[in-house]
């Protein structure tokens, strides 16, 4: 069966002011088919910068390397900067972590997600429109002819959210990479929009990619899991496998999360010597 995403040997760099080199994505190597992947580990570990590479999102002094690097069949490395606005959509959509920053101020809703059917001329107008409505009630978003109309400062942060979600998912990808999704959501709303999430993800057979600080959530949902740390995968298998693993900077992060049985407890601390005798 072919991969959905196929990445070997990724690596993602940038100069430095002083003439060296910064590196946020270090030979990173992965396959997945239509399952839920989850990329976990520290800020910096190069979660993002590997959502943005598959995107074709990163930033343009980004010196990108790899000897594959494919999503359904496309060949990423020879695209030309005309390919990317049709490739997003059609066949990779993106979830951004604050709806705040990642929805137009000046743009209504339903304009906002019109926007992503633009880029695919076989949509008239009437069907544009219909599709829209049809995306933001899929999210479980009431009245979606009103909610169309307004600005997304009219919206609370979980309808914000939902939003985004319509806005990715309205093309109809066969991928979808979510980066923090509920980050930026109150606890009570955050296992509510991801299990909406993923039971979309799952109805409509296709791959999602969850970037996630939260170990818990993703052994929840997620097929399979990936360790990052500084740009290297370190750790992979089974996402519900993620509170047994063996290897020191997984077990740490996963001990280290805070609750009310450590509350007034010293949290273990991560020995940086033992994981980088180990890479």
């Known amino acids: 069966?072919?991969?959905?995403?196929?990445?070997?040997?990724?690596?993602?760099?940038?100069?430095?002011?002083?003439?060296?080199?910064?590196?946020?994505?270090?030979?990173?190597?992965?396959?997945?088919g239509a399952e839920k992947l989850g990329i976990v580990g520290e800020s910096g570990s190069g979660k993002?910068?590997?959502?943005?590479?598959?995107?074709?999102?990163?930033?343009?002094?980004?010196?990108?390397?790899?000897?594959?690097?494919?999503?359904?069949?496309?060949?990423?490395?020879?695209?030309?900067?005309?390919?990317?606005?049709?490739?997003?959509?059609?066949?990779?959509?993106?979830?951004?972590?604050d709806p705040r920053s990642a929805l137009n101020p000046s743009l209504i809703v339903g304009r906002q997600v019109e926007e992503a059917l633009r880029f695919h001329p076989r949509f008239g107008r009437?069907?544009?429109?219909?599709?829209?409505?049809?995306?933001?009630?899929?999210?479980?978003?009431p009245n979606p002819k009103t909610l169309a109309g307004l600005y997304p400062h009219q919206l609370s942060g979980g309808m914000g959210q939902r939003v985004m979600i319509a806005t990715a998912l309205v093309n109809e990808p066969k991928l979808l990479i979510a980066d923090e999704p509920t980050s930026a959501l109150d606890e009570a709303l955050r296992e509510q929009?991801?299990?909406?999430?993923?039971?979309?993800?799952?109805?409509?057979?296709?791959?999602?990619?969850?970037?996630s600080h939260?170990?818990?959530?993703v052994a929840r949902h997620c097929d399979r899991a990936l360790v990052m740390y500084r740009?290297?995968?370190?750790?992979?298998?089974?996402?519900?496998?993620?509170?047994?693993?063996?290897?020191?900077?997984?077990?740490?992060?996963?001990?280290?999360?805070?609750?009310?049985?450590?509350?007034?407890?010293?949290?273990?601390t991560l020995d940086r010597t033992v994981i980088e005798a180990s890479l």
């Open 214 to 217: 939260d170990l818990v959530q």
């Open 231 to 268: 740009g290297r995968l370190v750790d992979q298998g089974r996402a519900a496998d993620l509170p047994n693993s063996t290897h020191p900077y997984t077990a740490t992060l996963w001990a280290c999360r805070p609750s009310a049985a450590t509350h007034g407890q010293l949290l273990p």
């Open 1 to 32: 069966m072919t991969d959905l995403v196929g990445v070997e040997n990724l690596t993602v760099g940038f100069k430095t002011a002083e003439g060296g080199r910064f590196t946020a994505v270090n030979g990173l190597s992965f396959a997945m």
């Open 48 to 97: 993002t910068m590997t959502a943005l590479t598959l995107a074709g999102l990163a930033p343009q002094a980004a010196e990108i390397t790899a000897d594959r690097l494919e999503v359904a069949g496309e060949d990423l490395r020879r695209f030309k900067a005309r390919d990317w606005p049709k490739f997003r959509g059609s066949v990779v959509g993106l979830i951004m972590q």
């Open 193 to 211: 929009v991801l299990e909406l999430l993923v039971s979309l993800v799952e109805s409509r057979g296709m791959g999602l990619i969850l970037i």
């Open 126 to 141: 009437s069907e544009r429109r219909d599709r829209v409505l049809s995306a933001l009630e899929a999210v479980g978003l």
